[in-house]
């Protein structure tokens, strides 16, 4: 069963920094290249932008401009998990953030499967 369990939200001020753990299973973590996502809070028609990139190994990221520089994604392939460390928060920051496949898709024996975790709840505020 594919699963993506997020953590690690909370309330931050402007400025400050907050780490998010996402704890994935159910597929084989180490062949997908994976992302962080985040959706406006209290808007679930929002479309969930992609602010980071990794790549199957580890060795390639990206980044989305507005989180350039002061956002950094990574990931252990021996324990299938992806982090993503945050400094100098801001309050456009604020969103529900989720792990994914890059892809929005992961394969598994038979085909694909989409589904998304409950998310990690940033909010940044003074």
């Known amino acids: 069963q594919v699963r993506f369990v997020e953590s690690g939200g909370g309330l931050v001020q402007p400025g400050g920094s907050l780490r998010l753990s996402c704890a994935t299973s159910?597929?084989?973590?180490?062949?997908?290249?994976m992302a962080w996502y985040r959706q406006p809070p209290e808007n679930e028609r929002a479309s969930r932008e992609s602010?980071?990139?990794?790549?199957?190994?580890?060795?390639?990221?990206s980044y989305a401009d507005s989180v350039k520089d002061r956002f950094t994604i990574a990931r252990d392939n021996a324990k299938n998990t992806v982090s993503l460390q945050m400094y100098n928060l801001k309050p456009e920051d604020t969103a529900v953030y989720y792990c994914?496949?890059?892809?929005?898709?992961?394969?598994?024996?038979?085909?694909?499967?989409?589904?998304w975790g409950q998310g990690a709840r940033v909010t940044v505020s003074s």
């Open positions: 602010v980071a990139v990794i790549s199957s190994t580890g060795g390639s990221t």
């Open positions: 159910g597929f084989n973590f180490s062949s997908h290249a």
């Open positions: 994914n496949a890059a892809s929005r898709e992961v394969k598994v024996t038979g085909g694909y499967v989409q589904l």
